[in-house]
């Protein structure tokens, strides 16, 4: 969503950092290229004015023009402006002493708002180990239980409903008897195509009868400003807590993410990065900042990571590379565990300084598929001993992974750099993913 602004900010700062030393224009010329870059990415305008004011007035400070490395201090500045303007700190839910803890999930139909339920309950599920129930009360919207009920149970959350005829309110006070015993309890509430008053005295009145912990307004990332005085007009009627983002793996241009918190005072505290059930996750802005100006995400990389590779099998496939005894079967564990953290795309723009070397280069997952196929084509024994993978061996994997010969030596060939490669890293001189993972 923000490769267009990151690569315009990132070729400012680049031309700022090539000053050995920066007068007062500099920072002029700097301050507008950013307003005009925040202001295509579709920024609020009384934001980026907001923005590029607080950078500009900390950049033409003392410290920042008289110091040894002024561009690379304005970057600093820009990183901070940054996360302060994407709200400061993560934010996590309030945990109720006594459970269920109760969460109200609003927003307008099409935000996304019955799958950021179950993407919330199997976050809550898997990262704090709560036990979770989902009341479906959006019973306007057609088969909107029926939906809830799938994307709820493959969550692994209890999907609490009684169809669509009982009024909204009280079904979310049955839901809230019915989960006692739970430890969260997140109310689906109705959506509108338009804010309007029959949708906020629903929302107050399913407020007052569960008394939720927390609010929180889903916001599609896609629709840009749109999303911003959505926002605004909820703030004005429901007190809600926090924003979920979704879709911020769209190819919008990021300026309600950039925008909301902002214009409505509410942070984003969580983001919908996919279609999948698990791509859901805590919005950290300093990270965020970190991505858009190219400095990697080595933080959310180090968690994916942990989650992905297993500890045993890390310390045995380390063994194996010492020794010289990696397998195509290792290989290919490796790249499925990698493949199931995520686009590869999204996992290079992670990596500090390779974020800015990919520009608009399109990584094919499908490349990684014809990988996977010729390995799986191969015997045991091959995949253990690829040695005595002769000409005519080579022929039959390729036609049974509908590849050619050149692409199964092509593979044969890597591997064996590979090797090499590995064993140098397992040498100390740069870390792999599991050890990224153990110093988390």
Same mark, same amino acid.
């Given at each position: 969503?923000?490769?267009?602004?990151?690569?315009?900010?990132?070729?400012?700062?680049?031309?700022?950092?090539?000053?050995?030393?920066?007068?007062?224009?500099?920072?002029?010329?700097?301050?507008?290229?950013?307003?005009?870059?925040?202001?295509?990415?579709?920024?609020?305008?009384?934001?980026?004015?907001?923005?590029?004011?607080?950078?500009?007035?900390?950049?033409?400070?003392?410290?920042?023009?008289?110091?040894?490395?002024?561009?690379?201090?304005?970057?600093?500045?820009?990183?901070?402006?940054?996360?302060?303007?994407?709200?400061?700190?993560?934010?996590?839910?309030?945990?109720?002493?006594?459970?269920?803890?109760?969460?109200?999930?609003?927003?307008?139909?099409?935000?996304?708002?019955?799958?950021?339920?179950?993407?919330? !309950?199997?976050? #809550?599920?898997?990262?704090? $180990? =709560? &036990? *979770?129930? +989902?009341?479906?009360?959006?019973?306007?919207?057609?088969?909107?239980?029926?939906?809830?009920?799938?994307?709820?149970?493959?969550?692994?959350?209890?999907?609490?409903?009684?169809?669509?005829?009982?009024?909204?309110?009280?079904?979310? !006070?049955?839901? #809230?008897?019915?989960?006692? $015993? =739970? &430890? *969260?309890? +997140?109310?689906?509430?109705?959506?509108?195509?338009?804010?309007?008053?029959?949708?906020?005295?629903?929302?107050?009145?399913?407020?007052?009868?569960?008394?939720?912990?927390?609010?929180?307004?889903?916001?599609?990332?896609?629709?840009?400003?749109?999303?911003?005085?959505?926002?605004?007009?909820?703030?004005?009627?429901?007190?809600?807590?926090?924003?979920?983002?979704?879709?911020?793996?769209?190819?919008?241009?990021?300026?309600?993410?950039?925008?909301?918190?902002?214009?409505?005072?509410?942070?984003?505290?969580?983001?919908?990065?996919?279609?999948?059930?698990?791509?859901?996750?805590?919005?950290?802005?300093?990270?965020?900042?970190?991505?858009?100006?190219?400095?990697?995400?080595?933080?959310?990389?180090?968690?994916?990571?942990?989650?992905?590779?297993?500890?045993?099998?890390?310390?045995?496939?380390?063994?194996?590379?010492?020794?010289?005894?990696?397998?195509?079967?290792?290989?290919?564990?490796?790249?499925?565990?990698?493949?199931?953290?995520?686009?590869?795309?999204?996992?290079?723009?992670?990596?500090?300084?390779?974020?800015?070397?990919?520009?608009?280069?399109?990584?094919?997952?499908?490349?990684?598929?014809?990988?996977?196929?010729?390995?799986?084509?191969?015997?045991?024994?091959?995949?253990?001993?690829?040695?005595?993978?002769?000409?005519?061996?080579?022929?039959?994997?390729?036609?049974?992974?509908?590849?050619?010969?050149?692409?199964?030596?092509?593979?044969?060939?890597?591997?064996?750099?590979?090797?090499?490669?590995?064993?140098?890293?397992?040498?100390?001189?740069?870390?792999?993913?599991?050890?990224?993972?153990?110093?988390?």
């Amino acid at each position: 969503m923000f490769d267009s602004l990151s690569e315009k900010l990132q070729a400012t700062l680049a031309d700022v950092r090539s000053h050995g030393k920066l007068t007062e224009d500099d920072v002029a010329k700097a301050m507008r290229q950013i307003r005009l870059a925040l202001l295509e990415a579709d920024v609020n305008l009384a934001v980026v004015k907001e923005f590029t004011n607080a950078v500009k007035e900390r950049a033409l400070g003392q410290d920042v023009l008289t110091s040894l490395n002024p561009g690379q201090q304005v970057v600093k500045i820009v990183a901070d402006e940054l996360t302060g303007l994407m709200g400061g700190a993560g934010r996590e839910l309030a945990f109720a002493a006594r459970p269920p803890t109760v969460v109200l999930m609003a927003g307008l139909q099409g935000s996304g708002k019955t799958t950021a339920c179950a993407k919330l !309950a199997l976050h #809550l599920r898997e990262e704090h $180990g =709560k &036990d *979770v129930a +989902i009341a479906a009360c959006d019973v306007y919207r057609p088969a909107a239980v029926e939906q809830l009920v799938k994307v709820g149970t493959q969550a692994g959350a209890t999907v609490l409903e009684q169809g669509t005829e009982r009024d909204p309110v009280d079904i979310a !006070a049955w839901a #809230l008897e019915q989960s006692a $015993g =739970k &430890d *969260v309890l +997140i109310v689906d509430t109705a959506g509108r195509l338009h804010v309007d008053e029959e949708l906020m005295e629903e929302l107050v009145r399913i407020r007052k009868r569960v008394k939720p912990h927390n609010v929180l307004l889903v916001l599609d990332a896609m629709t840009g400003q749109e999303a911003v005085d959505v926002a605004q007009r909820f703030a004005e009627h429901v007190n809600f807590d926090g924003v979920v983002m979704s879709k911020l793996d769209g190819d919008a241009r990021g300026g309600a993410a950039l925008s909301v918190r902002a214009a409505s005072g509410k942070p984003i505290m969580y983001a919908s990065t996919g279609e999948k059930i698990g791509d859901f996750q805590r919005f950290h802005p300093d990270r965020m900042a970190q991505r858009i100006l190219g400095m990697g995400d080595v933080l959310t990389l180090a968690e994916k990571a942990q989650k992905e590779f297993d500890e045993e099998q890390a310390a045995e496939l380390e063994r194996k590379i010492r020794k010289g005894q990696m397998t195509f079967d290792d290989f290919l564990g490796q790249m499925r565990q990698l493949r199931r953290m995520g686009p590869l795309q999204g996992i290079l723009k992670m990596l500090p300084g390779v974020g800015s070397q990919l520009g608009n280069l399109d990584v094919d997952e499908r490349e990684l598929d014809r990988l996977q196929a010729i390995i799986t084509s191969m015997t045991p024994e091959e995949r253990a001993n690829p040695s005595i993978i002769n000409g005519s061996r080579r022929r039959r994997i390729a036609r049974g992974s509908g590849t050619s010969v050149q692409a199964v030596n092509q593979l044969i060939k890597q591997f064996g750099q590979m090797q090499k490669m590995m064993r140098q890293l397992q040498q100390g001189k740069m870390p792999n993913l599991q050890q990224l993972a153990s110093r988390r």
